[in-house]
């Protein structure tokens, strides 16, 4: 399967933020919409954020939304999330994904590429 990679994870304290980035330059075929998402300790994984193709739609989770944004480079290569505010309750593995096949941005099942996953982790 073709592969995206995430960066930009890290130890930081609460209060700090931090840039995660997803590499979607080894995909060949097209896709629909890209999604982060993240999975705590001992907790199921969750969209955290999502965006269309076009970049017009957005979504964000309740407990991100005014903290972290989504965005993408102009030639929708790289996908980003801007963390500010960060919380001890966003730690985990941040993961990026895209839909091959267009399926909505809010079918979270049908996000079925994945990178590797970056770890993040808030603590003083």
């Known amino acids: 399967q073709e592969q995206l990679v995430e960066s930009g994870g890290g130890l930081v304290q609460p209060g700090g933020s931090l840039r995660l980035s997803c590499d979607a330059s080894k995909l060949t075929q097209s896709y629909g919409a890209r999604a982060w998402f993240r999975q705590a300790p001992g907790k199921e994984r969750e969209a955290v954020s999502a965006?269309?193709?076009?970049?017009?739609?957005?979504y964000y989770a309740d407990s991100v939304k005014g903290r972290f944004t989504i965005s993408e480079d102009d030639a929708k290569i790289t996908m980003y999330l801007q963390m500010n505010s960060l919380k001890t309750e966003d730690t985990g593995v941040y993961y990026c994904?895209?839909?091959?096949?267009?399926?909505?941005?809010?079918?979270?099942?049908?996000?079925?590429?994945w990178g590797q996953g970056t770890q993040v982790t808030v603590s003083s």
């Open positions: 994904a895209v839909q091959t096949s267009p399926s909505g941005l809010l079918n979270f099942d049908a996000y079925d590429n």
């Open positions: 965006m269309t193709i076009t970049g017009l739609n957005t």
